[in-house]
T-cell receptor, first 115, second 110 residues
Framework: DSGVTQTPKHLITATGQRVTLRCSPR?????VYWYQQSLDQGLQFLIQ???????AKGNILERFSAQQFPDLHSELNLSSLELGDSALYFC??????????????FGQGTRLTVV | GQNIDQPTEMTATEGAIVQINCTYQ??????LFWYQQHAGEAPTFLSY????GLEEKGRFSSFLSRSKGYSYLLLKELQMKDSASYLC???????????FGKGTHLIIQP
C-alpha cells in the first residue's frame, strides 16, 4: 500500500458526460501528480499541484481540469468525455515539488471506461 | 522536450539475469527513475540515479551514463513474479512531473 488513495476504482460513463476523480496523497506529501495511461501509450503526465498551486502542466486537454484543496487532496475533472478518454488515471504524490530526488508514490488508479 | 526509448518486450528465463536498456534525448534532467508495473496495477519505485554509475539494491541494479544518454536496469536471479513492465522515467528538465518511457514488458519463462 503506497498510502495514496484514489476513488473510485472503476467508472463507466457515456460519451459527453463529466466525471470527477479523487486523490488523497500520502500524509505529509505536498505534491500531487495526475497521469493518464491508455493501452497504446505509456504513462502520460497531465498536471501537477504543489501545496494547492498548479506547478506544471503536461499533455492535458482543455476538457480536463484539476485542483488541489487546502487539505491537499486533489480532484481531476474530465468533461465532454470521448471514447478515447477511456484509460487508467493514476495519481501520485511526493514530498517535494519534483526538482529534488523524491520518489513519487502512485495510487492504484481509476479505470475509466467511456461507452 | 524529453524523448525516452525502451525495448517493447523482452523474454528471459527464471533464475537468469536480464538487462533492460533505456536511451533518452533531453535538454536537461535531474535524475532517472526505474519503476515496475504489473498489469492494471500502480507503478512501484525500483531505483533512482542522479550521478553516473551503478546503484545496487538487492537483486536490482540501475546504471546511468549522462554523457551517453543511457541507462539500464539489471535484474538478477529472475523470479516468475518479476514478469511485469519496467518503466524508465526522467525527472526535471522543465517539467516537474516524471516523463515516462512506454515501458518494457518483461516475460519470465520457467
Amino acid at each position: 500500500d503506497s498510502g495514496v488513495t484514489q476513488t473510485p476504482k472503476h467508472l463507466i460513463t457515456a460519451t459527453g458526460q463529466r466525471v470527477t476523480l479523487r486523490c488523497s496523497p500520502r500524509s505529509g506529501d505536498l505534491s500531487v501528480y495526475w497521469y493518464q495511461q491508455s493501452l497504446d501509450q505509456g504513462l502520460q503526465f497531465l498536471i501537477q499541484y504543489y501545496n494547492g498551486e498548479e506547478r506544471a502542466k503536461g499533455n492535458i486537454l482543455e476538457r480536463f481540469s484539476a485542483q488541489q484543496f487546502p487539505d491537499l487532496h486533489s480532484e481531476l475533472n474530465l468533461s465532454s468525455l470521448e471514447l478515447g478518454d477511456s484509460a487508467l488515471y493514476f495519481c501520485a504524490s511526493s514530498v517535494m515539488s519534483g526538482q529534488e530526488n523524491t520518489e513519487a508514490f502512485f495510487g492504484q488508479g481509476t479505470r475509466l471506461t467511456v461507452v | 522536450g524529453q524523448n525516452i526509448d525502451q525495448p517493447t518486450e523482452m523474454t528471459a528465463t527464471e533464475g537468469a539475469i536480464v538487462q533492460i536498456n533505456c536511451t533518452y534525448q533531453t535538454s536537461g534532467f535531474n535524475g532517472l527513475f526505474w519503476y515496475q508495473q504489473h498489469a492494471g496495477e500502480a507503478p512501484t519505485f525500483l531505483s533512482y540515479n542522479v550521478l553516473d554509475g551503478l546503484e545496487e539494491k538487492g537483486r536490482f541494479s540501475s546504471f546511468l551514463s549522462r554523457s551517453k544518454g543511457y541507462s539500464y536496469l539489471l535484474l538478477k536471479e529472475l523470479q516468475m513474479k518479476d514478469s511485469a513492465s519496467y518503466l524508465c522515467a526522467l525527472t526535471g528538465g522543465g517539467a516537474d512531473g516524471l516523463t515516462f518511457g512506454k515501458g518494457t514488458h518483461l516475460i519470465i519463462q520457467p
